[in-house]
């Protein structure tokens, strides 16, 4: 029988194509470029007002992208880490458009405990999975995930403030998307895209699973258009991964 296509004599080099994919081509802010463009080609960017909410904007260079692609767009930062707030203030300063919420959220309005890690970009409301990083394969990680602090900080509910119209939801917020969501019930109904950052394993204590926060995004008519893996564990286990969700039942008011 001939190899399909010969692919069999291929082998190898999809292999190299494959590991330069997973390694040295899948840009960080793929996932968001994705999202932009099908929202510019649907043609809703043109016709509501435009709120674009960052929900973990860590650095801001997520706001700097959104601003670049909607420069008129109205952009809600939301990042509690103390630690990072400077030089996401830097990064965004000659942006009138993008607003800073130095707050974390969540599905209660109040204060909760932040779990500050070693490389920053993972710190979260939830606290670190020792058991899952104290296994051989996650190793690697583990230094980088090292709770270096542990501090108080305001959360709210993203419903808390009546944002009219959004036109994207980015959520990264380190296991705590589903509380996120539990929170904006309201806003979720009048936002039309969703692109969250999702993982296969629970890496963080109580933290949801990839499936968990995609029925919650199911229930209030969200339809998955694309996805987008973002780490892969030995260039084999998808292990981190963003989703791009449209509302099906999204009406431009007029």
Known sequence: MKNL???RNRDPWMKIIL????????????HLYRAAKFAKRSGISKNTKSIIIDAGSYDGLSCLFFSSQFPNASIKAFEPNPEILELINKNITKKPNIELFPVALSNVTG?????????????????????????????TMSTQLKVT???????????DYNFEEVLLLKMDTQG????????????LKKTYM???????????????????????????GFEAVDWIVAYR???????????????????VSN
């Open 5 to 7: 296509l010969g692919i």
């Open 19 to 30: 590991y330069l994919k997973d390694v040295y081509f899948t840009p960080p802010f793929e």
């Open 111 to 139: 204060e909760s405990t932040f779990h500050i890690t070693q490389n920053q970009v993972s710190s979260s409301l939830l606290q670190v999975d020792a058991e899952f990083y104290a296994k051989k394969e996650n190793e």
């Open 149 to 159: 602090q542990e501090i108080k900080v305001p959360t709210k509910r993203l419903d």
């Open 176 to 187: 705590n998307e589903l509380n996120l969501i539990n929170g904006a019930q309201e806003t």
């Open 194 to 220: 969703v692109v969250t950052e999702m993982a296969g394993s629970a890496s963080y204590e109580g933290s949801c699973h990839y499936f968990e926060t995609d029925e919650a995004l199911r229930k209030l």
């Open 233 to 251: 564990r030995a260039g084999i286990i998808a292990l981190e991964f963003d989703m791009i969700y449209v509302n099906s039942n999204f009406k």
